[in-house]
């Protein structure tokens, strides 16, 4: 029977990155380990690549607000340019669904790693 292949850093790093916490921690770091990792080494690493997805996801949060509140501002806007002559307005109803979902991804993507 061939013996299994170890991975490299690189790709530690790499499926690490991809998995993105699909795979069970202690499942990892035993994998790691059996890959030349110190223990401390594969916790840190795992640490790093946890952070970093937080960090992505808090951005989506921001987004979400941001466009959810430049849709709503461009709307007023656009109502109060044509509020006391009459005529036609843009609602700009994209902008802030888009704004509220990805406000709602942001927020359950990082519910679901705290637990």
Sequence with gaps: ?????????????AFVEIDAGN??????????????????????????KKHSRTKTN????????????LG???TVSSYSTVSSSGGKYFVFFG???????LFIYGVVKL?????
């Excluded at 902008?95 to 979902?101: F, H, K, Y």
């Design 95 to 101: 902008a802030v669904i888009v704004g509220i979902l």
């Design 23 to 48: 795979t069970d921690a202690s499942t990892l770091l035993k994998q790691m380990m059996a890959d030349g990792f110190t223990e401390q080494e594969a916790r840190v690493l795992l640490a790093r």
């Design 58 to 69: 808090i951005l989506i949060l921001l987004l979400g607000i941001a466009l959810f509140f």
């Design 72 to 74: 709503i501002m461009l």
């Design 111 to 115: 519910v679901a790693r705290k637990g």
């Design 1 to 13: 029977m061939p013996e299994e292949v170890k991975r490299s850093r690189k790709q530690w790093e």
